[in-house]
C-alpha cells in the first residue's frame, strides 16, 4: 500500500479552481519532488495536505496510510503523521520555541496514547536535534519564529519535522531566502530524515535544493496539473530550458483554449 | 423606552437615592458615639457630594462608555453585622500560597477569625482599618480621604460617606516584605441587593518595599451585590511598591474600585489590575507622581466573556519633573463582553521631562465583543514625550493553523495563543506568589474562553 495517494484532487479558493485533478502515489521510502512556475498550484497542494481549511475541496480523494486525509482536521493530520514545513513560518510572540515544540511532541504523543514527555526528557532530546542544524541554544527561549533570520526560520521548522519524525513530511519552498551555507544545513537535515518508513516530498521552484536532497521522482505541476514525471534528470532539464516549454506545451495540447 | 417604564425607572432610581440616604442616617447615628469629628466631617462631606451628583450616567464623559442604570435602580442595602460568616473552607478556596498574611474581609468587614496574621517583621501593621481608626485615629487621620478626590468621582464620594472598615497597612521606614500581603474581600450574596464598601489605607515609610493583593471574590448565589471599594496607597519616598488588583467575582455582582497612588520622590510603584469576573466592572486607576523622579507602571488585562462590562479608567497625573509611567492594558473580550480602556495622563506645568506611555491591545474573539479606547493626553509643560497607541486585532488564523498543523488541537492552540497575548501582562510582573496566582487565573478563565469561541464557531 503507498502513504500517500492523491486521486483527481480539485481545490478551489475564493470560487476560483487552483487543483484541477492531481494524481499522485508516494511511497514510504521515497523522496518526490513537485516543482512549478508560480501560481501553479504548488503551495496549495502542500496545504491542503496539512488541512488548511481555506482550501475548498471540490472533488477527488487523498488517502494517507489508507485513511481519508481530506476527513481529518490539521491537527489529526499532523498525530496521523503529516508534516509541512512552511513556506512562510508564522511569528508567535509569546510562546517560547521550546514550549511550543514540547506541546506538539505531547499532542501527538497523546493522539498515539503514549506517555506525555516532561521538559527532563524532552530537553535533552531538543538540544541533540539543534546540534544537527547548526542551531543555537538561546532559539529555545525566544518567541516561536519571532524576529527570527529568514534562515532561522526555515531551520526552525525543519527542527520541528526532526523533532516530530513525521510519516509524511512536505516541505514548502523551503529553499527560499536560504544563502548556500543554510541551504547545506537545512539539506543536511532533511537528508538525515531520509529512512525506509518516510516518505518525503519537496516542493519547490528552483533545481538547486534538489542538489543537495537527491529526489526519487520529479512532477512538473502546471496550471493545478501534473503535466509531467520523470527521474531527478527533469529537474536538471527544467533549470535548463525553464518551465515556459512545458507551459506552452500543456497550453497548446489543451482542447479548450 | 415607553413612558411607563421611563417613569418606572425613574421611580425605582428615587428610591435606590432614598435607600442610601436612610443607610446613611443610619450609620451616622450608630458611629456618632464612637467615631472621630474629623471622620465625621470626611464621611459627611462624602455623602453631601454624593446628594449632588447622583451616579453618573453616559452623559458623563468619564462615564460615556458605561451605562449604570442596572446599579442606580438596584434598591442596594447595607449589610448590617450579624451576618453568617463564611466557612474556613470557603476562604480557602482563595488562599495564595506564599503569602505573608492573609486577611478576609466579609462584606466590606474585617474577619478575624477566618485571617492569619502571619509573620511580619517589626513594627509592620496590617490589620482592620476600622480598629486602628479606633485604636490610633492619630496614624489614620493624616492619610484617610487627603488624597481622593471626592468632587470628581460619585463612587469615591459615596464609599467615604459609608467609610467603616477595610484593610490598614503600614510599613515603616525601611522595611522590606519578601512575601506578599494578601488582602481578601467576599461579597457574599443575600436574600436582597446589598452593597459593601472597603476601605483601604496603605502606608508605606520611605526605603519600604512590599507587594500588596487585593483579591475580590463572590460568596454563594441570592442576590446582586455592589462592591464599591477605594484604596488609598502611600508610597513614601524611594519605596518600591507592586499593588495588584484581582477582579473575580460573579456574574451577579458589580464592583467599582479606586486605587489611588500618591507617589514620593523617586518612589517605584506598580500597579497590575487583573478582572475576570462581574457583571459591571470600573477600574479607577490615579497615580499621582508627586515626588521627583518616581517611576509608576500601570499594568493590566481584563477578561470578559457573555455580557460582562469592564471599564479601565486610568488617570496618571504627572505633577514634579523627571518622572516616568508606563500603561499598558491588554483586553481579551468575547461573547457579547464590552471593554473600556480610557487612559488619561495629566502633566502638570512643573513636571518637565515627563516620560509617559501608554498601550493598550485588544483581541476580540467574537462578532459581538466590543471594545472603546480612548488616550487623553492634557499637556501643560512643554519639555515632555508622551506616547500612545492601542490596537484591536483577533486571533490570527495563520497562527492558529501553524500550531494546529503541528498536532495540537484547535481549542488548546487557542488557549496557547490567548495565554501568549495576556503573558505580555503576566511579564511585568515580579516573580513570585503574587505572580503564580494571577497566572492561575488567567489561566483558568482562558481556558473558558477558548473552548466558548470553537464552540460558537462550530455553531455559526
Known amino acids: 500500500m503507498s502513504l500517500l495517494e492523491i486521486k483527481n ?69 499532523a498525530c496521523e503523521g503529516v508534516f509541512l514545513a512552511f513556506q512562510y513560518p ?95 544545513i537545512v539539506a543536511q537535515g532533511v537528508n538525515a530524515m531520509r529512512s525506509p518508513e518516510r ?55 489543451s482542447p479548450a483554449a | 423606552m415607553t413612558q411607563g417604564t421611563r417613569e418606572t425607572n425613574l421611580a425605582t432610581a428615587t428610591q435606590a437615592l432614598q435607600n442610601y440616604a436612610e443607610s446613611f442616617s443610619g450609620l451616622e447615628k450608630s458611629a456618632a458615639s464612637r467615631e472621630p469629628a474629623w471622620l465625621r466631617k470626611l464621611r459627611q462631606d462624602g455623602f453631601a457630594r454624593f446628594g449632588e451628583t447622583g451616579f453618573p450616567t453616559v452623559r458623563d464623559e468619564d462615564w460615556r462608555f458605561t451605562n449604570l442604570s442596572a446599579v442606580a435602580q438596584t434598591p442596594f442595602r447595607l449589610v448590617h453585622n450579624g451576618h453568617h460568616l463564611p466557612s474556613r473552607t470557603d476562604v480557602a478556596a482563595h488562599r495564595i500560597p506564599g503569602a505573608a498574611c492573609e ?29 486602628e481608626i479606633a485604636a490610633n485615629p492619630r496614624a489614620v487621620e493624616p492619610h484617610l480621604g487627603r488624597y481622593l478626590n471626592i468632587q470628581r468621582d460619585a463612587f469615591a464620594a459615596l464609599n467615604t460617606a459609608f467609610v467603616e472598615d477595610g484593610a490598614y497597612v503600614h510599613i515603616p521606614k525601611g522595611v522590606i516584605l519578601e512575601s506578599p500581603i494578601h488582602l481578601l474581600f467576599i461579597s457574599v450574596a443575600h436574600d436582597a441587593p446589598t452593597v459593601n464598601y472597603p476601605r483601604n489605607l496603605i502606608v508605606a515609610g520611605e526605603n519600604s518595599q512590599a507587594t500588596i493583593i487585593e483579591n475580590y471574590v463572590s460568596l454563594g448565589q441570592g442576590e446582586k451585590v455592589l462592591c464599591n471599594t477605594v484604596t488609598e496607597l502611600v508610597a513614601g519616598d524611594r519605596s518600591v511598591i507592586s499593588h495588584y488588583m484581582i477582579e473575580r467575582e460573579n456574574d451577579q ?49 481584563f477578561i470578559g466573556r457573555d455580557r460582562q462590562h469592564l471599564d479601565n479608567y486610568m488617570l496618571v497625573e504627572h505633577a514634579s519633573p523627571h518622572c516616568g509611567s508606563r500603561q499598558f492594558y491588554n483586553g481579551i473580550l468575547d461573547g457579547h463582553a464590552r ?122
Not at chain 1, 220 to 245: F, H, K, M, N
Not at chain 2, 271 to 276: E, F, G, Q
Request: aromatic share 4%; proline share 3%; glycine share 10%.
Open chain 1, 90 to 184: 508564522v511569528e508567535i510572540p509569546g510562546i517560547s520555541n521550546a514550549y511550543f515544540l514540547r506541546s506538539a511532541v505531547n499532542a501527538i504523543r497523546k493522539y498515539r496514547g503514549e506517555e506525555e514527555m516532561d521538559a527532563m526528557d524532552f530537553l535533552p532530546k531538543l538540544r541533540e536535534k539543534m546540534k544537527l542544524l547548526d542551531m543555537d541554544e538561546k532559539f529555545l527561549n525566544r518567541s516561536v519564529n519571532e524576529a527570527f533570520s529568514g534562515g532561522e526560520k526555515k531551520r526552525n521548522e525543519i527542527l520541528q519535522m526532526a523533532v516530530l519524525e513525521p510519516k509524511l513530511a512536505i516541505l514548502d519552498e523551503t529553499d527560499s531566502g536560504l544563502d548556500i551555507d543554510a541551504l547545506k
Open chain 2, 103 to 131: 486577611l478576609v474581609f466579609v462584606d466590606g468587614r474585617f474577619a478575624a477569625e477566618l485571617s492569619s496574621a502571619g509573620k511580619l517583621p517589626n513594627g509592620v501593621k496590617v490589620g482592620s482599618l476600622a480598629n
Open chain 2, 253 to 301: 455582582s458589580f464592583n467599582v474600585s479606586t486605587l489611588r497612588i500618591q507617589q514620593g520622590r523617586t518612589a517605584d510603584v506598580a500597579s497590575h489590575s487583573v478582572l475576570a469576573g462581574g457583571a459591571i466592572v470600573r477600574n479607577n486607576v490615579h497615580p499621582v507622581l508627586a515626588g521627583e523622579g518616581g517611576e509608576c507602571l500601570i499594568n493590566g488585562l
Open chain 1, 199 to 253: 516518505a518525503i516530498l519537496v516542493v519547490t521552484h528552483y533545481q538547486r535544493l534538489l542538489n543537495h536532497i537527491i529526489p526519487d521522482r520529479v512532477h512538473v505541476l502546471v496550471d493545478g496539473r501534473i503535466v509531467r514525471s520523470g527521474g531527478p534528470e527533469l529537474a536538471l532539464q527544467l533549470e535548463d530550458q525553464g518551465y515556459a516549454t512545458i507551459e506552452s506545451g500543456v497550453r497548446g495540447a
Open chain 2, 339 to 460: 471593554g473600556v480602556f480610557h487612559g488619561r495622563i495629566i502633566v502638570h506645568k512643573d513636571a518637565q521631562k515627563t516620560d509617559a506611555k501608554q498601550t493598550n491591545r485588544n483581541l476580540l474573539l467574537s462578532d459581538t465583543a466590543q471594545i472603546d479606547t480612548k488616550p487623553q493626553l492634557e499637556i501643560y509643560a512643554d519639555d515632555v514625550k508622551c506616547t500612545h497607541g492601542a490596537t484591536i486585532g483577533q486571533i490570527e488564523e495563520n497562527a492558529l493553523f501553524y500550531l494546529r498543523s503541528r498536532g495540537i488541537d484547535e481549542t488548546s492552540a487557542r488557549r496557547l495563543l490567548l495565554f501568549a497575548f495576556a503573558s505580555e501582562c503576566l511579564d511585568r510582573m515580579k516573580e513570585g506568589p503574587a505572580r503564580s496566582y494571577v497566572e492561575n487565573v488567567i489561566q483558568e478563565n482562558l481556558a473558558h474562553i477558548a473552548d466558548a469561541s470553537r464552540r460558537q464557531e462550530q455553531g455559526s
Open chain 1, 9 to 77: 484532487l480539485h481545490a478551489t479558493v475564493d470560487g476560483h479552481e487552483i487543483l484541477k485533478g492531481v494524481n499522485l502515489t508516494l511511497n514510504a521510502g521515497e523522496v518526490h519532488s513537485i516543482m512549478g512556475p508560480n501560481g501553479s498550484g504548488k503551495s496549495t497542494l502542500a496545504q491542503v495536505l496539512a488541512r488548511r481549511e481555506t482550501y475548498e475541496i471540490t472533488g477527488g480523494e487523498v488517502l494517507f496510510d489508507g485513511k481519508d486525509l481530506l476527513a481529518m482536521k490539521p491537527e489529526e493530520a
